[in-house]
Antibody, heavy 122, light 109 residues
Framework: QLQLQESGPGLVKPSETLSLTCTVS??????????WGWIRQPPGKDLEWIGS???????YYNPSLKSRVTISVDTSKNQFSLKLSSVTAADTAVYYC??????????????WGQGSLVTVSS | EIVLTQSPGTLSLSPGERATLSCRAS???????LAWYQQKPGQAPRLLIY???TRATGIPDRFSGSGSGTDFTLTISRLEPEDFAVYYC??????????FGGGTKVEIK
């Protein structure tokens, strides 16, 4: 059974870079059938797709975050990572990683990691 | 960007009743690329439906999805106690801008 687990600091200072890693177990991140995505949810608010990556390294980002987002993949570790630069309090959220399925980057997501709360505060 | 509007915001029903949730898109969703998720407090979303009407693995048949173009519906035929949660729709036909709706909370009346 595929499982995803987010890891990284729970507290980031304003203007710094948020970094999270998603470790995939029970399956290979190098499968040609899947994509790997990051989605976030501010406390009490809606879900927002951040971006997705294919095992080859191809990426798609939400245009509203594109200038600050980098998603990378490490197939040797079965992990993919998120970096979000120049964070503000508005970036405080639970960050989820998830497996994407569908044609090209037209993805639905299943399963999801349990989520990692990241708070931006000095 | 395709904006998804879910209604109602909150649905108050009793166990055993039928729940009908709406998701309306600001423009046509390509190839009916619409998914539905269930989220319970403190948990990650769980995929229920993709392709507007295909149930995900392990999802009970009391959950069904329908619709096309700009209007989509999630129906729960008979609410079980574990079905009280927040439900989100997501369109994935408009990459690179995948979007989610604002959610419908199904609460116990």
């Amino acid at each position: 059974q595929l499982q995803l687990q987010e890891s990284g600091p729970g507290l980031v200072k304003p203007s710094e870079t948020l970094s999270l890693t998603c470790t995939v177990s029970g399956g290979s991140i190098s499968s040609s059938s899947y994509y790997w995505g990051w989605i976030r949810q501010p406390p009490g608010k809606d879900l927002e797709w951040i971006g997705s990556i294919y095992y080859s390294g191809s990426t798609y980002y939400n245009p509203s975050l594109k200038s600050r987002v980098t998603i990378s993949v490490d197939t040797s570790k079965n992990q993919f990572s998120l970096k979000l630069s120049s964070v503000t309090a508005a970036d405080t959220a639970v960050y989820y990683c998830a497996r994407g399925r569908g044609y090209h980057f037209n993805n639905w997501f299943d399963p999801w990691g349990q989520g990692s709360l990241v708070t931006v505060s000095s | 960007e395709i904006v998804l509007t879910q209604s109602p915001g909150t649905l108050s029903l009793s166990p055993g009743e039928r729940a009908t949730l709406s998701c309306r898109a600001s423009q046509s969703v390509s190839s009916n690329y619409l998914a539905w998720y269930q989220q319970k407090p403190g948990q990650a979303p769980r995929l229920l439906i993709y392709g507007a009407s295909t149930r995900a693995t392990g999802i009970p048949d009391r959950f069904s999805g329908s619709g096309s173009g700009t209007d989509f519906t999630l129906t729960i035929s008979r609410l079980e106690p574990e079905d009280f949660a927040v439900y989100y729709c997501q369109q994935y036909g408009s990459s690179p801008r995948l979007t989610f709706g604002g959610g419908t909370k199904v609460e116990i009346k």
